[in-house]
């Protein structure tokens, strides 16, 4: 079947350092790739959205200089926070899914930051 | 502006009950609509889903009806089990896939 990985599942860094999370898509070809915030509260945050050979598309708020991504291939996809602060801390969800459309995203379980 | 809205925040039923979330939307053009399922500490996970097209997707004990006039749709739990208590989110996109995520509701079912 078609699953996402993500890891790590936790990390925890210090305040104004950063940390790499990394998305696989298993079983599938993921054309394209969004990143989700969610908080505590349970909202969800669109970061951006990476489709294979087009630009990544940040939503506001959220900027490549804060959040680089990459999308090399159709299985893989990283996302790294940069000088991560305690506003960063949260559940970040990768959202895969292929080329067909109105086929909703599957989520890996997310990976979640902590900011010391 | 909150373009989708669930109802009720939270959510009690006794076992085997139907449990019934509420999702309502704004924006007239959404045509989709998953709904997810999430446990405490894991990622969402695709409950069932629905186009505009259709009043009505059953998948085994969940069935989502779609009002598109009234912009709103429901997801029904029939037979309800301890083993389905987790937050459930409405979602919608208009083919951009862009999804625009409810706030969730949180159902506890009871033994």
């Known amino acids: 079947g078609a699953l996402v990985y993500q890891y790590p599942r936790r990390t925890i860094c210090k305040s104004g350092t950063s940390m790499r999370m990394e998305c696989q898509a298993v079983?599938?070809?993921?054309?394209?790739v969004a990143w989700y915030r969610q908080s505590p509260q349970k909202t969800f945050e669109l970061i951006a959205l990476s489709t294979v050979n087009s630009a990544i598309k940040y939503e506001q708020n959220f900027t490549q200089e804060k959040f680089p991504i990459s999308h090399p291939n159709l299985s893989f996809s990283s996302m790294t926070v940069l000088n991560a602060y305690l506003e960063d801390r949260g559940l970040y969800l990768c959202g895969a899914r292929g080329g067909y459309n109105n086929q909703a995203p599957l989520f890996g379980e997310g990976t979640r930051l902590s900011v010391l | 502006q909150q373009q989708v809205r669930q109802s009720p925040q939270s959510l009690t039923v006794w076992e085997g009950e139907t449990a019934i979330l509420n999702c309502s939307y704004e924006?007239?053009?959404?045509?989709?609509f998953p709904w997810y399922q999430q446990f405490p500490g894991e990622g969402p996970a695709l409950l069932i889903s629905i186009l505009s097209v259709s009043d009505k997707k059953e998948d085994g004990r969940f069935t989502i009806f779609f009002n598109k006039r009234e912009k709103k749709l429901s997801l029904h739990i029939a037979d309800s089990q301890p083993g389905d208590s987790a937050t459930y989110f409405c979602a919608a996109t208009s083919g951009s896939w862009q999804l625009i995520f409810g706030s969730g509701t949180q159902l506890t079912v009871m033994p």
């Open positions: 924006n007239s053009a959404f045509d989709y």
């Open positions: 079983g599938f070809q993921a054309t394209s």
